[in-house]
């Protein structure tokens, strides 16, 4: 399958390119995130598989297992396609109990994006998405001095461009007010549509919005009516969620994780998948003023 076939291309940049179709590397650790992957061989083989399929835009970060995802996806790719992109995140750490502790700090910072470049085996990091407040419900706490971090890490090299995660609209105006942001990465799917004047936004501003979590925290009936419109149209229910996200917007870039090459390739032939305008209206119906139940940490 060619990197047109998985989703196309949107260009942000001179030097960055990412297909719409990506791969998120999160489910390559073990349960919880954490730990080694119970198959390390078939972790190795679905990277391999990912890009063979025509994916270009890898998502990770080095606080997954911790460290255990960036060093497979080394051992696995590197030397990396000239067209690969990997997109990471900086912001968390995780102690030995398997917790999520935000790492904001400018020394927690610096110590991350170091971190990333030596086990990801780069020079300089392609994106660096700044992870901030908690994925469910993002706050507008400050993020100028985090951000400002990043942003001299960016001017020294190490950082080719830079994005922001689990954001509000007022924190992705405070990043722009300091450098240019040219990714956001939250909670949102066809279920969980919170973010929609966000995604719109970014459409306006060339900005790549990725969601996490495209096919998780749906409702019994939504999914009931997620299910109902992939039997009409002969596809599973995961194309059909990831599909509805590519029509979404112009600038959704998908992210989609697993651990098994047949789900792989199940997820990215849902490029192929195109929604008809009933089906569409269906699908929107879905998330129209709900809430759905947020299923894990990103």
Known sequence: MSTALAGGSLTLADDLTLSRMGYGAMQLAGPGVFGPPKDRAEAIAVLREAVELGVRHIDTSDYYGPFIVNEIIKEALHPYPEDLRIVTKVGARRPDDGSWVPALSRQDLI?????????????????????????????????????????????HGLIRHLGVSCVTAGQLTEAQAIAPVLTVQNFYNVAHRRDDALVDRCADEHIAFAPFFPLGGFAPLQSDALAG???????????????????????????????????????????SVSLPTDAIETLDAIGAGSRSTFPARS
């Open 111 to 155: 110590r991350a994006v170091h971190d990333n470049l030596e086990r990801l085996g780069v020079d300089a990091l392609d994106v660096v998405n700044l992870r901030v407040g908690a994925p469910e419900e993002p706050t507008d706490e400050p993020l100028s001095e985090p951000f400002s971090v990043l942003a001299e890490l960016q001017q």
């Open 229 to 271: 419109v992939a039997t009409e149209l002969g596809a599973s229910a995961q194309q059909v969620a990831l599909a509805w996200l590519l029509q979404r917007s112009p600038t959704i870039i998908l992210i989609p994780g697993t651990s098994s090459v047949e789900h792989l390739r199940e997820n990215v032939a849902a490029v």
